[in-house]
């Protein structure tokens, strides 16, 4: 049983439901208010929903559903990841029989690398005006 289910933050949507902590007691179904003590608990086979005695009447229990789902924008990170992942997974397939792939692949890498680096330097505030390859890193 969930205990409680809280809106978490833009990347998943949480909707209805309520927390509810029933006590129920198993020794006997009791029926009228008279025998029943506030807080108990049971099952009503008319309206076939939980009900709880509040200590003057029996009171149905809320029977909405909570729904728990990804935010459009969660789902559409995960697809544009799947895509990526699928498009990489067969590079990596075709480069293990073809070697200009592969050699595609590799540079790629070292392209990725030297990039990384270079935006590293500009972000940490290098004084440098050149980076190794004789690229301004000025702003435009």
């Known amino acids: 049983m969930i205990k409680s289910i809280t809106q978490g933050d833009e ?3 949480i909707s209805g439901g309520q927390s509810v902590m029933p006590y129920i007691r198993l020794s ?22 939980l009900e709880i005695f509040d200590g003057t009447s029996w009171i149905t229990c809320n029977t909405t559903n909570a729904t ?3 935010s459009q924008r969660t789902a559409a ?5 799947e895509k990526k992942m699928i498009a990489e997974r067969e590079a990596y397939d075709l ?15 070292q ?8 935006t590293t330097l500009i972000k940490s505030g290098s004084n440098n005006d050149n980076d190794d390859y004789g690229v301004a890193m000025s702003a435009p």
């Open 11 to 13: 990347w998943v949507n």
């Open 28 to 49: 006997n179904n009791i029926n009228s208010a008279s025998q029943a003590f506030a807080g108990q608990t049971r099952w009503s086979t008319n309206s076939q929903c």
């Open 68 to 70: 728990v789902g990804v």
């Open 77 to 81: 990170i995960l697809h544009w990841a």
């Open 95 to 109: 480069a293990k029989e073809y070697p200009g792939v592969k050699h595609a692949i590799d540079n790629v890498k």
């Open 111 to 118: 392209a990725q690398e030297k990039l990384d680096l270079i």
